[in-house]
């Protein structure tokens, strides 16, 4: 799979509406970060902001680190989703999926492989998610057979 193939995954999960990641308390305050009428750098602020005000909250994580990926901020983006995975968001596989192609892009192949086996572990446990399964397996396939 390709860089440019990763990159179509990730960009169609994030622009699908973001009801896998659970609402919190802060789902109001997030929805008005991520507005679209807002320029990505109220939006990062936003989001950055409420990150801080509630660390223990996945959601506002999850959603800087879409907002990162979509600027290709790939350090950032990872950082943002690793948050998000403390912050309760283990048991969400777009997390985990989406930590995968940042590390994918930072060509760390061995944690990307890793994380997108986490992601397909946790969309077995869930009804409702939004990974495309059959481009995940085959990624996972690439990488055990590239090796470390």
Request: hydrophobic residues 40%; neutral net charge; charged residues 20%.
């Amino acid at each position: 799979m390709t860089r440019q193939t990763l990159t179509r995954l990730l960009l169609a999960i994030l622009s699908a509406p973001t009801t896998a990641v659970a609402a919190e308390p802060t789902q109001a305050f997030v929805d008005l970060a991520i507005k679209q009428s807002m320029s990505s750098e109220d939006r990062e602020s936003q989001l950055r902001q409420l990150a801080d005000e509630h660390p223990g909250d996945a959601r506002p994580h999850f959603e800087l680190g879409n907002l990162l990926a979509q600027q290709r901020r790939w350090p950032e983006a990872r950082a943002a989703y690793t948050r998000a995975l403390a912050a309760g968001g283990q048991r969400h596989p777009e997390i985990h999926y989406n930590l995968g192609v940042a590390f994918d892009h930072l060509e760390q192949r061995p944690t990307a492989l890793l994380s997108y086996q986490a992601a397909l572990q946790a969309a077995t446990n869930v009804s409702r998610h939004l990974l495309p399964l059959a481009e995940l397996r085959r990624r996972i396939a690439e990488l055990e057979h590239a090796g470390p």
